[in-house]
């Protein structure tokens, strides 16, 4: 779906005579929420934070580079832009919430808080940005603002790590690994498709150049990027896949 969707976008392009490119970074910090913690906890959604990097093309289609002129006006042409990415982020993980309370003294809390994780992504794809006000009219005025939504999908390389302060063999030993990770356990990494969508906005800083800021949401297809996945049918407050949200800061340069 994801993939047709694209090729769409393509082929439109040509169809309308041309596009010019931009390209830029992004940074900023990443909240992944994961088998670590508990569900909709304040704690664990602060604790288990990282930082993302990236580099971003963009195709735009109201402006041809090859004769520096407009593109034929076009509803697509001024209110959408394609944008191709490579990113990693990463983060530290380890539980939070009432289950692994100072107070709570049984050995399944002490495992708890014993176990530590992280997670690093790579992640290469495409998202097709929808600006609602006219892009040309944001290109040609100095400080306006360009608010924008995104959709789009990526493929996602991931290598978890987990350890457990009480000792080795988190994952198959009971004496450090709580009931529900016995055998949901595996670091060594693997592939898989994401979905994002993200709200954002650009500021025109210079004829040739603009800031950005966007809140990401990435849903993964896997439940396995933190290196856990305890049975969904019976521990039931993990059966979501893994995501995470990532507010991203860029500079975007516009090549003629």
């Known amino acids: ?136 009219d944001f290109t040609a005025t100095i400080g306006s603002w360009a608010p924008f939504i995104s959709l789009g999908g990526q493929f996602s390389f991931y290598k978890p790590t987990a350890y457990s302060e009480l000792g080795p063999g988190l994952g198959i030993l009971p004496s450090v690994t709580p009931e529900k990770y016995i055998g949901a356990f595996d670091t060594k990494g693997s592939t898989t498709w994401s979905v994002v969508s993200s709200v954002g906005t650009r500021y025109k800083l210079t004829p040739l150049s603009d800031l950005m800021i966007d809140l990401r949401w990435q849903y993964y297809f896997s439940n396995w990027v933190d290196g856990l996945n305890p049975d969904p049918k019976i521990y039931t407050e993990n059966k979501a896949n893994d995501w995470n949200l990532w507010l991203n800061f860029g500079y975007i340069y516009y090549i003629q």
């Open 1 to 136: 779906m994801i993939s047709l969707l694209f090729l769409g976008v393509i082929t439109q392009a040509n169809a309308q005579f041309g596009f010019s490119h931009e390209i830029g970074a992004i940074v900023g910090p990443v909240a992944f929420q994961s088998d670590y913690g508990e569900r909709h906890d304040i704690s664990t959604n602060a604790g288990n934070t990282g930082y993302g990097i990236g580099l971003i093309h963009y195709l735009n289609f109201s402006y041809k580079a090859e004769c520096n002129c407009y593109t034929p006006e076009t509803y697509f042409n001024d209110h959408f832009k394609l944008r191709s990415e490579l990113s990693y982020n990463k983060t530290q993980l380890q539980h939070f919430g009432k289950w692994v309370d100072p107070n709570r003294t049984s050995l399944t809390a002490e495992q708890l808080r014993a176990m530590r994780g992280s997670t690093a992504v790579t992640n290469v794809g495409m998202q097709l940005e929808f600006f609602p006000y006219s892009i040309r």
